[in-house]
């Protein structure tokens, strides 16, 4: 079975391998913008239903381990509140309307 | 399926297993991970204990929904009021001239003779004359500098012309000098006690502290003489009208117990840990004064703990943890030009060059004399109100809500946090920037995960510490022994 | 109320004058009640008479005889009385405690209600009611509280009466007893204009902020949300609203959490007071339902009056005697329940702390026994 996550054999690169079933594209860029000021991001398809997301550190460390599985917590919180800004996007700005909205 | 309604909130998972969250308004809980997964599934019970909890915070609910909304709005609008009183912060820079030159000091101080860095009369009288319009009743002016003792008659005037203009406009204005003290005469102080005028000083720290960066013109320390003016200003004043701040430097960061120690030594009421702001003369020398928030919010925790300690003997509050803790527990409203959304800067509070410039912030003032005036609002003689504080700020408050910067939109502290537009801009050139890894960022999300953590584990006593802060109650705590 | 027993002079509907014992001149007679030990010509040009003397002569006033204990009753004190021989004190003189009673009806079947709601015509009530404001204007009172069932289904009446009571007694606190339903909609609320608010207060009842509690113990589905809406209302309008919330079974163990609640979205509140059950009508019939026994409700009781204390809410606790109270928040326990209908058990004849207790209702079924001790002087039990 093909694991999620891999670092390259020469420790510079890290990859990232996201089902698209399970994260849509604004979830996968996103989550690639936090890591940008860092890291140098590029983001591919791979085979039918996956994208990879290659990682390399701006200043040449190593890459860890850690830091993969971290981008890909933040790939699930992300698409989290991705669908929940969906579910409530609506009510948020009934409050804020109702909030600013004149004592009648 | 369950038939609940979730309610706008945001989340972090904590490193205990389960996930901190926040509604719209700022009321929290926490809630275990796998108890949480259900709860977005929508597939936790309406019998259960947690349900009650999340119903009970509004982050669902049933067919009292319209009511939920009304009342997260309600507590929303609170969070916001202090819109309502707009620009009621005015700072005026009376002079540049200074007799003291502190290391870390945001002001380039000219020579004490060179008076060319006096704010005239008649520029600080067009100053009062659009601090006026603002709409607040409560205007507060407050004397910058430099060291605006030292341009005296222009700070008398302005009292005078500014309690003029109270009566007629039927406002209620108050008056803060902020001032080292050192060359403040009898007369002086005088003064401020019949016009009412607060005093607000610098102490850093016991003499080592303090001498370490603020030095007269000559380089020598001035803890000595400041603690003979401070008598004088709380004799004349009396303790509650004199209150000091300190400025935490490389020298502090390790001792902030002893700066704390000092401060409760000399009676004051409590203390307010602030950080370095890297900008003017501090730039120069980040590396002698300069540390990394990471360390800075270390220490300030560990310091935050011995103050909470003192507290079951003596009441003294830290102020930034009390403005953090209101706006986390309580619904009440707090005004804290520094950290709000959209940003205080212009909105809450705005200042006033020697010159008549207008800036939102002080930040700003300081870019203008690195030579970018990119954030300048406009000059009181020859701009209007209107084109200063409607058409100008406009442009500066659409790019100061952490509701649409990145990554603060889904931020989990996001309701009890604030931007500072200025700031990114000195950082990166833009108004707005990835917040990830500022260090204003890293400063008030440590803090803000210190403070929660606090909570959770707050036995009662904490709790009555916590609360005897928030409201000022002193007598919460239970101190018989 | 208080009420007395006698017998009718003769068939006579009811009508509501003013007590007195000293004795009237005769143009001060035509609206008061004479009390006194036997009927004679004194009585004569009186509205009515109470005697625990005999039966007086077709010539005097009407009146009701053989009545016990008539000294009950105090100069000033406002009656109803009527041709079944019973008299009903409608206002008494000189008490903190007075209400007017609006209506028999209400839009809630509380589970543990004290006085289950009759339906019938509110208009007996509602003529009592002005009758006794139009006897006490001019006199200083404390308080009044306007009650029922529930009063604001008495309509345009209520708003009158509110309007009347606190207009007439600016030197007084006008207290109106409310589900707050009806105030959920904001129509409803507008024609409190003209009011005004400073002395009065709504005391509205949410025993709950979790609809699933507060609907259960109130008997309406839907009406925890309607009474929140309603306490917002107030509030928007400028009206001191206090909450009160009864102890049962029910939301005995969320208290603490829905102090906290209040503390987060009622912050406007002017008071919080939480009841203790009087064991009677509906409370009875569903005891093992409602009943919690005080040492699961301590506790409870103390988390929550703690959290409300430490947001400078100001809290009581009603009809909880001192030595059922949580050390800790003893303090805030009153003398909540009225003279007349309060009692003491014989063991709390020693209790050093009697004075200040609210004691029992005489109304409740049964009291918690085994926790009922009373205190020696050094505070202790």
Aim: hydrophobic share 40%; with cysteine; glycine share 6%.
């Amino acid at each position: 079975m093909e694991m999620p996550f891999a670092v390259s054999e020469d420790g510079r690169l890290g990859f990232v391998y996201a089902d698209k079933v399970f994260f849509n594209r604004e979830c996968v860029l996103t989550v690639a913008d936090i890591y940008a000021e860092t890291y140098y991001v590029s983001v591919v398809p791979h085979q039918e239903d996956k994208v990879r997301i290659t990682l390399c550190d701006k200043h040449g460390a190593r890459m860890q381990e850690s830091t993969l599985r971290s981008f890909m917590n933040d790939l699930v919180d992300c698409q989290v509140r991705l669908d929940l800004q969906k579910e409530f996007g609506d009510l948020r700005k009934r409050i804020v309307e109702y909030a600013f909205s004149p004592v009648s | 399926m369950s038939g609940y309604t979730l309610l706008p909130f945001r989340f972090r998972r904590t490193d205990q297993h389960d996930v901190l969250m926040v509604n719209e308004c700022g009321d929290f809980l926490f809630l275990p991970e796998q108890v949480f997964e259900r709860f977005l599934r929508h597939e936790l019970p309406e019998d259960d204990g947690h349900f009650f909890r999340l119903k009970s915070h509004l982050f669902c609910a049933g067919e009292d929904i319209e009511v939920a909304l009304h009342k997260t709005a309600a507590r929303y609008r609170t969070r916001k009021s202090f819109l309502r009183e707009f620009t009621s912060l005015h700072m005026l820079v009376v002079t540049l001239r200074c007799n003291q030159r502190c290391s870390y000091c945001q002001v380039s101080c000219a020579g004490k003779d060179a008076s060319l860095y006096d704010m005239d009369v008649e520029t600080a009288l067009k100053a009062v004359d659009m601090i006026f319009q603002s709409p607040t009743k409560h205007p507060k002016l407050e004397f910058q500098g430099g060291e605006p003792l030292l341009h005296w008659e222009v700070v008398t005037a302005t009292v005078a012309y500014a309690e003029k203009l109270a009566r007629r406009l039927e406002k209620k204005v108050s008056f803060v000098l902020c001032t080292n003290l050192t060359a403040a005469t009898r007369e002086q102080l005088e003064f401020c006690r019949e016009h009412n005028v607060a005093v607000s000083t610098s102490l850093d720290g016991d003499a080592a502290v303090h001498d370490a960066c603020r030095k007269d013109r000559l380089g020598r320390g001035t803890y000595r003489v400041f603690l003979e003016k401070l008598a004088l200003a709380r004799d004349i004043l009396g303790r509650d009208r004199v209150g000091a701040l300190m400025t935490t430097t490389a020298f502090s960061l390790d001792h902030l117990r002893d700066v704390t120690d000092e401060y409760l030594r000399l009676g004051m009421d409590g203390i307010f840990l602030r950080s370095l702001n890297p900008y003017g003369f501090a730039a120069e020398e980040a590396a002698t004064l300069g540390y990394s928030m990471e360390r800075f919010v270390e220490k300030y925790l560990e310091a935050l703990r011995y103050i909470m300690e003192l507290n079951r003997k003596v009441f003294f509050p830290e102020y930034f943890a009390t403005l953090l803790f209101s706006r986390i527990l309580s619904p009440f409203a707090t005004g804290f030009v520094d950290l709000q959304s959209p940003a205080g800067a212009g909105i809450s509070g705005a200042i006033y060059d020697f010159d008549g410039s207008v800036f939102p912030s002080d930040e700003a003032r300081m870019l203008a004399r690195m030579g970018d005036r990119h954030f300048c609002l406009g000059n009181v003689k020859t701009d209007d109100y209107r084109e200063i504080f409607v058409t100008r700020l406009k442009k500066l408050t659409f790019v100061s809500c952490l509701e649409t910067t990145f990554p603060c939109a889904y931020c989990v502290y996001q309701a009890y946090c604030g931007t500072d537009p200025v700031r990114n801009y000195l950082e990166t050139g833009n108004e707005q920037r990835n917040m990830t890894h500022a260090p204003f960022c890293i400063k008030h999300k440590g803090i803000l995960t210190g403070l929660f953590d606090m909570l959770r584990h707050a036995d009662d006593t904490t709790r009555d510490i916590i609360w005897s802060w928030i409201t000022g109650n002193a007598e919460l705590v239970n101190r018989s022994c | 109320m208080l009420t007395l027993k006698g017998r009718a002079s003769e068939a006579f509907s009811s009508f509501v004058g003013e007590v007195t014992f000293a004795g009237r001149p005769f143009y001060a007679r035509s609206r008061a009640v004479l009390v006194c030990e036997e009927l004679t010509h004194a009585a004569m040009g009186y509205k009515g008479c109470i005697t625990s003397g005999g039966r007086g002569s077709w010539f005097h006033p009407h009146h009701i005889y053989g009545v016990e204990q008539p000294g009950l009753l105090h100069e000033g004190d406002i009656v109803a009385m009527d041709g079944t021989g019973t008299i009903e004190v409608l206002w008494e003189e000189g008490s903190s405690q007075n209400c007017l009673f609006l209506t028999e009806n209400c839009n809630c079947r509380c589970v543990m209600c004290p006085q289950p709601p009759a339906q019938s015509d509110p208009a007996r009530f509602l003529r009592q009611a002005e009758e006794v404001l139009e006897l006490i204007r001019g006199r200083s009172i404390s308080d009044c509280c306007i009650t029922g069932g529930e009063p604001t289904l008495a309509g345009k009446a209520f708003f009158d009466i509110l309007r009347r009571s606190a207009r007439e007694h600016p030197e007084a606190l006008i207290s109106v007893l409310t589900n707050g339903r009806l105030f959920s909609d904001r129509a409803f609320v507008r024609r409190l204009a003209g009011i005004p608010a400073e002395n009065v207060l709504f005391c509205v009842s949410l025993h709950s902020e979790l609809d699933a509690v507060h609907d259960a113990m109130a008997g309406v589905r839907g009406s925890c949300a309607q009474t929140q809406q309603g306490i917002y209302n107030l509030a928007g309008y400028g009206f001191f609203v206090e909450i009160r919330t009864v102890i049962s079974q029910y939301n005995c163990r969320y208290l603490a959490e829905f102090a906290e609640h209040l503390g987060n979205y009622f912050p406007f509140c002017a008071h919080v007071a939480f009841m203790g059950l009087e064991l009677h009508g509906h409370a009875e019939t569903n005891r093992d339902r409602v009943e919690v026994s005080p040492e699961a409700y301590a506790p409870c009781v103390k988390d929550a009056v703690l959290t409300l204390v430490r947001r400078g809410i100001p809290v009581s606790l009603y009809n909880i005697p001192l030595c059922l109270c949580p050390a800790e928040v003893r303090g805030y326990a009153r003398r909540s329940i009225s003279d007349w209908k309060n009692i003491y058990l014989p063991r709390c004849r020693s209790c050093a702390l009697r004075e200040e207790c609210c004691g029992f209702f005489s109304t409740s079924s049964a009291l918690p026994e085994t926790f009922i001790k009373p205190f020696t002087s050094g505070g202790h039990v």
